[in-house]
């Protein structure tokens, strides 16, 4: 991100940075550069940086270059998937390393750290980031890296970054960020001392449903050429034309959250009142046990909402079979709301008595609140729950 660009808030560097008009013909959108690979003057002598698709293409180059500004990065990596973009980071472990791991995480980061890497010798731990006293107790001289997201997916809760990095820090361990629920937009990790802030930009980035792909941002130089070379080696890169359709999102990815920030509140509120239901969690809520921490790290709540319906498997069940405009899917982030049960669908990979530790439970559904209007939502809601 250069000097000047820095200098541009948000908005505009969603639309503008990473991005110029192609000089062969003034075009404003970024071509989608479809090949695979670039002739070259002379033997070894490239045109910038391109002689092969997977180790860098135009399309690619200009998102990574956007991302890595809005979350003030200084070095952007795409991926074809969110679980591609952790595995390079897990790349940069050895056997033997270990890793201290959010209690309350994606499904499937649990399983590519429990089912992959662990059979590889990499070996972890699982730690509430609320408790700073247990975070400190789960280092070993081997931790070499810390993952956790904030908010959590699905039981929303915050850790404070600035302050796990700080622990982190004077540990000698790398801190990771998963960043997808609160979107560049709403959180910067990188700012607050994070080493890593990690997207998968299927979701709000993306914000459309229609691609899916990962990012990767660091400041830390060394970091930066480990990625890098991981990410060249490996191959699990996103082609052009997804790129591409992700620079079209980035473009309105403020505007966007916004809108699932302005319904997702009215949402939680009118759950939080209703009889059926018996908790909800969302950081905007006064009753959220983070609530003044989301207000001094994040600039808004985000469009999650999870609410633990009264009753068990029956009731929740009857009630995702009778919503209309929340899709029962799984996914989040797109401007359509979804709806899903993580203990069938997106959490199923996790142990069933870890489920039940963090309160995912048989009654527990998790909302992506869209940008439709939020009257239709809460009576969709209503007639489900009557």
Known sequence: MSQAESQHKFATRAIHAGQKPDPSTGAIMTPVYMTSTFVQKSPGVIIEEYDYSRSSNPTRKALEANLASLEGGRSGFAFSSGLAAMD?????????????????????????????????GVTATRVDFTDHAALQAAFTPKTRLVWGETPTNPMLRLCDIAAVAKIAKAKGAMFAVDNTFATPYL?????????????????????????????????????????KFFQNSVGSVPGPMDCFMLLRSTKTLHVRMERHCANAMKVAEFLAGHKAVQSVAYPGLKSHPEHAL??????????????TLKGGMNES????ERVHLFSLAESLGGVESLIEHPAIMTHASIPAENRAAL?????????????????DLIRDLEHALA
């Open 88 to 120: 390079c980071v897990m790349h940069l472990l050895s056997a033997g390393d270990h890793i201290i791991l959010g209690d309350d995480v994606y499904g499937g980061t649990f399983r590519l750290v429990d089912k992959v890497y662990k059979q590889l």
């Open 187 to 227: 959180q910067n990790p990188l700012a607050l001392g994070a080493d890593i802030v990690h997207h998968s930009s299927t979701k709000y980035i993306g914000g459309h449903s229609d691609v899916i792909g990962g990012v990767l941002v660091t400041s830390d130089e060394q970091i930066a050429a480990k990625l």
């Open 294 to 307: 989301a207000s001094k790290q994040m600039r808004g709540f985000g469009g999650m909402v999870t609410a």
């Open 317 to 320: 069940r009857r009630f995702l």
């Open 359 to 375: 309160g995912i439970t048989d009654g527990l559904v998790r909302l992506s609140v869209g940008i439709e209007d939020v009257d």
